[in-house]
Nanobody
């Protein structure tokens, strides 16, 4: 089975940057599309970014385009989310997920990490 562990969250001022990492177990990492989702208190889990198995194509929510970058290193079984120009509305628990296709719905992903808290102060 695939196990995912996120890291890199923390507290940052508006306009700052954070880099999240998601480490995956096993040797089949390259078989999965990967996605990042986030969930704020009282809200549903929402799509942030996704990447295909080879890493050649990426997809972003409109709210983060131009600010966030998703990437993957299949040799290290790791996916990253570089977050720049952070805003208070980016505050949420961020989750990485693995699935067959890099769709925007969380229902398409089979494996999830435990989440890492990102807090952006104004």
């Amino acid at each position: 089975q695939v196990q995912l562990v996120e890291s890199g969250g923390g507290l940052v001022q508006a306009g700052g940057s954070l880099r999240l990492s998601c480490a995956a177990s096993g040797r089949t990492f390259s078989s999965y599309a990967m996605g990042w989702f986030r969930q704020a208190p009282g809200k549903e889990r929402e799509f942030v970014a996704s990447i295909i198995r080879s890493g050649g194509n990426t997809y972003y929510a409109d709210s983060v385009k131009g600010r966030f970058t998703i990437s993957r290193d299949n040799a290290k079984n790791t996916v990253y989310l570089q977050m720049n120009s952070l805003k208070p509305e980016d505050t949420a628990v961020y989750y990485c997920a693995a699935g067959r296709v890099p769709t925007t719905t969380p229902l398409a992903y089979n494996y999830w990490g435990q989440g890492t808290q990102v807090t952006v102060s104004s």
